[in-house]
């Protein structure tokens, strides 16, 4: 794998991050100012879809990382990886229950995996960078 490749993918999974954290807000702010409509529906599901995304793309920056051979990268990645599961956990149980603890959660493990996500990305772009040369 190239650096180019490598960098089109790091945007990607911080754009990928972002929309899923701006649909998450949406849907909340849709939520708790009473707006019930169908598109509060319909921003739950892109809110999904998107976690799903960010969840493979987690599981392909622990493939990357893995690659490398060093355990710094790997546990960071695995890290991330947790962070996103347990993300994912916590809005299906806020989904299930309405309780707001699992939405509490749900955005911690998210903070979590953006700060992971983000200092993988910059290890692996570093990484490969001299790998390379």
């Given at each position: ?23 998450g807000l949406i849907r909340a ?33 622990y493939i990357l990382a893995s690659r490398t051979g ?64």
């Open positions: 794998m190239n650096l180019r490749q490598i960098y089109k993918y790091s945007i990607f999974t911080i754009v990928i991050l972002f929309v899923t954290f701006s649909l702010i849709l939520d708790n100012y009473g707006v019930k409509s169908a598109m509060s529906e319909e921003v739950l599901i892109f809110h999904i879809i998107f976690a799903i995304m960010t969840g493979g793309l987690g599981y392909y920056l060093l355990l710094f990268p790997k546990t960071v990645a695995l890290g991330n990886l947790t962070a996103i599961g347990v993300a994912g956990l916590s809005g299906l149980a806020y989904l299930l229950t309405s309780d707001g603890l699992f939405s509490k959660l749900m955005l911690d493990a998210f903070e979590i995996s953006l700060a992971l996500s983000s200092m993988l990305i910059g290890y692996l772009y570093c990484f490969m960078r001299v790998c390379n040369r």
